[in-house]
T-cell receptor, first 113, second 111 residues
Framework: DGGITQSPKYLFRKEGQNVTLSCEQNLNHDAMYWYRQDPGQGLRLIYYSQIVNDFQKGDIAEGYSVSREKKESFPLTVTSAQKNPTAFYLC????????????FGSGTRLTVV | RKEVEQDPGPFNVPEGATVAFNCTYSNSASQSFFWYRQDCRKEPKLLMSVYSSGNEDGRFTAQLNRASQYISLLIRDSKLSDSATYLCVVNNPGGSYIPTFGRGTSLIVHP
């Protein structure tokens, strides 16, 4: 079955560490997105990519980095520069125009310990 | 003005009730509209797309009013399982088609 897979489901980070969240899709979607959701809040866009080897900053890119070396994969690195990384991270993908909606992975819950 | 606005609720209704949510958007050039459902601590899932002519899927009806720039979701005969947060999503053209999400409306259906 086609879908989008995020791993791990839960992640714990020590202060000063970089961590990488995985996002893989087999939907043949051109566009991929990373969102952050805090408790009781909406989704905030971190980065997006509409084509391989190209990506753009979203509204809250500071402290995060991404790569898009393959169409299927869009990993997100939460760097030590992100001062408040504890949140629910969601990866999504869509066609280039998003006309059929957006498919989400099941999310990664990151906690700083 | 926020790009996409929703009443956060919660809307607290008894089983069997009819409930409606609205969502306003600011970009008159917006082209695609969707309603998503998000359960607690889960990912959002597409509930239905919203077409200019309106569309219905069982107990759910979605409508678009371009003149007033809002979309609506009507749920008839509410079930306990309808309890969730409903997110409005607007897709703006202009070279990027990046979706903008509302903050969601919380629905609680009680016995």
């Amino acid at each position: 079955d086609g879908g989008i897979t995020q791993s791990p489901k839960y992640l714990f980070r020590k202060e000063g560490q970089n961590v990488t969240l995985s996002c893989e899709q087999n939907l043949n979607h051109d566009a991929m997105y990373w969102y952050r959701q805090d408790p009781g809040q909406g989704l905030r866009l971190i980065y997006y990519s509409q084509i391989v080897n190209d990506f753009q900053k979203g509204d809250i890119a500071e402290g995060y980095s991404v790569s898009r070396e393959k169409k299927e994969s869009f990993p997100l690195t939460v760097t030590s520069a992100q001062k408040n990384p504890t949140a629910f991270y969601l990866c999504a993908s869509s066609s280039s125009t998003g006309g059929y909606g957006y498919t989400f992975g099941s999310g990664t819950r990151l906690t700083v310990v | 003005r926020k790009e996409v606005e929703q009443d956060p609720g919660p809307f607290n209704v008894p089983e069997g009730a009819t409930v409606a949510f609205n969502c306003t958007y600011s970009n008159s050039a917006s082209q695609s509209f969707f309603w998503y459902r998000q359960d607690c601590r889960k990912e959002p899932k597409l509930l239905m797309s919203v077409y200019s002519s309106g569309n219905e899927d069982g107990r759910f009806t979605a409508q678009l009013n371009r003149a007033s720039q809002y979309i609506s979701l009507l749920i008839r005969d509410s079930k306990l399982s309808d309890s969730a947060t409903y997110l409005c999503v607007v897709n703006n053209p202009g070279g990027s088609y990046i979706p903008t999400f509302g903050r969601g409306t919380s629905l609680i259906v009680h016995p």
